[in-house]
C-alpha cells in the first residue's frame, strides 16, 4: 500500500489548511484511515481516525477545529484544520489499516508533511 500525501505547508496563527491523502496499491478494502503527527522531542500522536463505517476519532487538543472525512477519489481521506495555533506546528503522517487481495493484512505510513503555524 502506498500513501500519498498533499497539502501541508506554512500558516498564520487563526488560518486554515487542507491535508490530503491518498492509498492506493493491492487493496481488498480498508478498515480506517488517520492522521497522526509528531513534533521534535515527542512521541507520535494521534490527531484523528476515520473507518469504513464513517466513525470518527479526534484527539481531545483538535475537537471543534479539525475535521477529517473519506472524499474522492477511492480512498482518499481529507484533514480539515481550522482555527490553527503553533502548537499545532508538527510533521503529520497519513495511516492506514487495509486488507489486500491476498488477504493479507497492511499498515501503512506516508512519508509526512511539515504544518508550521506561526503565531
Known amino acids: 500500500v502506498q500513501l500519498v500525501e498533499s497539502g501541508g505547508g506554512l500558516v498564520q496563527a487563526g488560518g486554515s489548511l487542507r491535508l490530503s491523502c491518498t492509498a492506493s496499491g493491492s487493496i481488498y478494502s480498508i478498515n480506517s484511515m488517520g492522521w497522526y503527527r509528531r513534533t521534535p522531542g515527542k512521541q507520535l500522536e494521534l490527531v484523528a481516525t476515520?473507518?469504513?463505517?464513517?466513525?470518527?476519532n479526534y484527539a481531545d487538543s483538535v475537537k471543534g477545529r479539525f475535521t477529517i472525512y473519506r472524499d474522492s477519489p477511492e480512498n482518499t481521506v481529507i484533514l480539515q484544520m481550522n482555527s490553527l495555533k503553533p502548537e499545532n506546528t508538527a510533521v503529520y503522517y497519513c495511516?492506514?489499516?487495509?486488507?489486500?487481495?491476498?488477504?493479507?493484512?497492511?499498515?501503512?505510513w506516508g512519508q509526512g508533511t511539515q504544518v508550521t503555524v506561526s503565531s
Open positions: 476515520i473507518t469504513s463505517a464513517g466513525r470518527t
Open positions: 495511516n492506514s489499516d487495509s486488507e489486500l487481495l491476498n488477504s493479507d493484512s497492511a499498515d501503512a
